[in-house]
């Protein structure tokens, strides 16, 4: 496909389970960001990627939250120890900004359809 | 945290109507950005407005940017069934390559 998918697009945990959570993102786009959006609420930013390297990590809400992207390509949205507070859809969004380059002028990010997690 | 707060936070109107958005935010930024998030499609892009612009338009689209009170607002002119969806401003704070997010207006068009 042309654009972000995610997986898995729905996912029920037990409070204090693990869940990993996937993006692909479009092929050859360098960055990558992670959103959490709660309902009723816009997406909020959680973290960057720039290729393999997490250059803002300044949005996640606590040290359970782990990202990684080590080949530059797809990435994983760790949570540990899931609370319901984390129940929320996470949006995982790619665009082809480099550093200190503008491949375009601004930094228009596409995003996927969102993992829907729920914690009971 | 959230930059910007939109106005009103829901919004329903006939169809073939213009609806108008409105979205107040609080630091300095280089851009704007709107974005529309529907079921069926997630969040999309729909237009973006330089720090240095003060209007835009796309198709039925019209954005408006005011820097001295920190403010934008969306018109979208006749509208239609599958304009129904929540609208974001967005702001990109000095370069920063994240997009921070307002709450959003929920807009209904009714038949």
């Known amino acids: 496909g042309a654009g972000v998918s995610q997986s898995p697009r729905y996912k029920v945990a037990k409070r204090g389970q693990d869940v990993a959570l996937r993006c692909d993102p479009i092929s050859g786009h360098v960055s990558l960001f992670w959103y959490q959006q709660a309902l009723g609420q816009g997406p909020e930013f959680l973290t960057y990627f720039q ?52 491949i375009r002028s601004y930094n228009e990010q596409f995003f996927g359809p969102g993992t829907r997690l729920t914690v009971l | ?20 958005m409105n979205c107040s935010y609080k630091t300095s930024i280089n851009n704007l950005q709107w974005y529309r998030q529907n079921s069926g499609r997630g969040l999309v892009h729909l237009i973006l407005i330089r720090s240095n612009e003060r209007e835009k338009h796309s198709g039925r689209l019209r954005v408006t940017l005011d820097t001295s009170k920190k403010s934008s607002s969306l018109l979208i002119t006749a509208s239609r069934a599958a304009d129904t969806a929540s609208y974001f401003c967005a702001t990109s704070p000095n370069r920063d390559d994240k997009i921070i997010f307002g709450k959003g207006t929920r807009l209904h068009i009714l038949p």
């Not at chain 1, 782990?66 to 949205?77: H, K, Y």
């Not at chain 1, 319901?84 to 859809?89: K, L, N």
């Not at chain 2, 959230?2 to 073939?16: F, V, Y």
């Open chain 1, 51 to 102: 290729n393999e390297a997490q250059l803002d990590k300044s949005g996640l809400p606590s040290d359970r939250f782990f990202a990684e992207r080590p080949e530059g390509s797809v990435s994983t949205l760790k949570i540990q120890r899931t609370q319901q507070e984390d129940s929320a859809v996470y949006l995982c969004a790619s665009s082809t900004r480099l550093a200190g380059l503008l």
């Open chain 2, 1 to 20: 945290s959230q930059q910007g707060e939109e106005d009103p936070q829901a919004l329903s109107i006939q169809e073939g109507e213009n609806a108008t």
